[in-house]
């Protein structure tokens, strides 16, 4: 079974400044997505950001960007120029495509972002 | 539609009651997936359906749960005999076909208080 970690509850940052947060996650399949999931007080899942396991660039969106570490089973997430309208919950999610298994999303507890004025 | 919706936005039962949850899929979406999401955690998996074939139902926490797909479309997750622990909000969401086709699109959820 696949676990993901996130070890930081809660964050906070200032507007325009850059912020990372982390995700560990287990697992012992070799082919799989990672994702970045936000979550506003709306509820709704926003996909953020995705990453296939078999490549080796980090994926970028904007000012959204990843540093994933295969062998480390990480899987941070890094926002630049924070603006207020990020202010959400983070949610890391794993994806694994082998085996049939192909439509799963496990995600960890999440991360309470706040940017501050 | 434009997105996945689901009905009510918000349902209060009395423990013992039965509730019904409604979850219209983006048109022509072939899989449809039900999450359960405690407050203050992550999102955890319940079922999956292709098209109106239930492929997993492994996270369905007990048999009270039971949902259904019966035309490849529409979907309704029902719980019998609600229990306090049954509290969470309810996501859908669903993904345009089979293969390895990653994007989940989700719903704004329904969120479930058993008092």
């Known amino acids: 079974a696949q676990t993901v970690t996130q070890s930081q509850p809660e964050m906070s940052v200032q507007e325009a400044e850059t912020v990372t947060l982390s995700c560990t996650y287990d697992?012992?399949?070799?082919?799989?997505?990672l994702f970045w999931y936000k979550q506003p007080p709306s509820r709704q899942m926003i996909l953020v950001i995705r990453?296939?396991?078999?490549?080796?660039q980090n994926a970028t969106e904007n000012r959204f960007s990843v540093n994933f570490q295969k062998a480390a089973k990480s899987f941070s997430l890094k926002i630049s120029d924070s603006q207020l309208g990020d202010t959400a919950m983070y949610f890391c999610?794993?994806?694994?495509?082998?085996?049939?298994?192909?439509?799963?999303?496990?995600f960890g507890k999440g991360t309470l972002l706040t940017v501050n004025p | 539609g434009a997105g996945v919706s689901q009905s009510p936005r918000y349902k209060v039962a009395k423990r013992g009651q039965d509730v019904a949850l409604r979850c219209d899929p983006i048109?022509?979406?072939?899989?449809l997936f039900w999450y359960q999401q405690a407050l203050g955690q992550g999102p955890e998996f319940l079922t999956y359906f292709q098209n109106e074939a239930q492929l997993d139902k492994s996270g369905l926490p007990s048999d009270r749960f039971f949902a259904e797909r019966p035309e490849g479309s529409v979907s309704t997750l029902k719980i019998q005999r609600t229990q306090q622990e049954d509290s969470a909000v309810y996501l859908c969401?669903?993904?345009?076909?089979?293969?390895?086709?990653?994007?989940?699109?989700f719903g704004s959820g329904t969120q479930l208080s058993v008092l």
């Open positions: 990453q296939e396991a078999y490549k080796q």
């Open positions: 697992t012992s399949e070799n082919n799989y997505y």
């Open positions: 969401a669903s993904r345009g076909d089979t293969g390895r086709e990653e994007k989940l699109f």
């Open positions: 048109s022509g979406h072939v899989s």
């Open positions: 999610a794993f994806m694994s495509y082998s085996g049939g298994s192909n439509y799963k999303l496990t």
